[in-house]
């Protein structure tokens, strides 16, 4: 089945800094990459999402790339704000049979003023 | 508010006991996948139901059960609680089931086995 690795686990940055997370997935039929934005006490909330026949997605300060060759995909974040902190997650799906959203393991993300 | 509702919030119960957990899709939504929580092991998927049929079984435990209803509500049912079993227990929903569908997130229950 799918597996997703998920790095850094925790990532500090400076109020105006860019934040990137990176993502591995192993099964090469995944082929949906949304990534999901947790803030404490709440549920997971859909921030971006990129299929696997488009390399890139930018919607504001926030942007996907995939490479399916490597199978990584990476969100990027500029112009970090302090409400920007949160966990957040990476997925992946393959539009298979028996297959559901799998999660890498969460990358807590602190914005300092 | 994503639409997805869950019930109960927060649950404390004994070893060895059984508890409900109960999920309310969006209105229209067919799927409803239900993820555990914890503070090591991240969102690992359980189950996923469409239309009131099993889909997909992902680390489910034997003593785990699920079930969706034909009111599309889903309840996940845990049984012979261990203190292991605490975490957070979250439902989605999702219109469909292929690729590309956004899922939504309820609030998620806490459960806290003592």
């Known amino acids: 089945g799918e597996n997703v690795e998920q790095h850094p686990s925790t990532l500090s940055v400076q109020e105006g800094d860019s934040a990137v997370i990176k993502c591995t997935y192993s099964d090469s039929a995944s082929n949906y990459f949304p990534w999901y934005k947790q803030e404490l006490g709440k549920g997971p909330q859909l921030i971006i999402d990129i299929r696997s026949n488009v390399g890139e997605k930018k919607d504001q300060r926030i942007a996907v790339t995939l490479n399916k060759t490597a199978k990584h995909f990476s969100l990027h974040i500029t112009e970090t704000q302090p409400e920007d902190s949160a966990v957040y997650f990476c997925a992946a799906f393959a539009n298979q049979a028996g297959t559901a959203l799998i999660f890498g393991k969460g990358t807590t993300l602190s914005v300092s003023s | 508010d994503s639409g997805v509702t869950q019930t109960p919030k927060h649950l404390i119960t004994a070893t060895g006991q059984r508890v409900t957990l109960r999920c309310s899709p969006r209105?229209?939504?067919?799927?409803v996948y239900w993820y555990q929580q914890s503070l090591d092991q991240g969102l690992q998927f359980l189950i996923h139901y469409y239309n009131g049929e099993e889909r997909a079984k992902g680390n489910i435990l034997e003593r785990f059960s699920a079930q969706q209803f034909p009111d599309l509500h889903s309840e996940l049912n845990l049984s012979s609680l261990e203190l292991g079993d605490s975490a957070l227990y979250f439902c989605?929903?999702?219109?469909?089931?292929?690729?590309?569908?956004?899922?939504?997130f309820g609030q998620g229950t806490r459960l806290t086995v003592v």
């Open positions: 989605a929903s999702s219109v469909s089931s292929g690729v590309g569908t956004e899922a939504f």
């Open positions: 209105s229209g939504d067919l799927s």
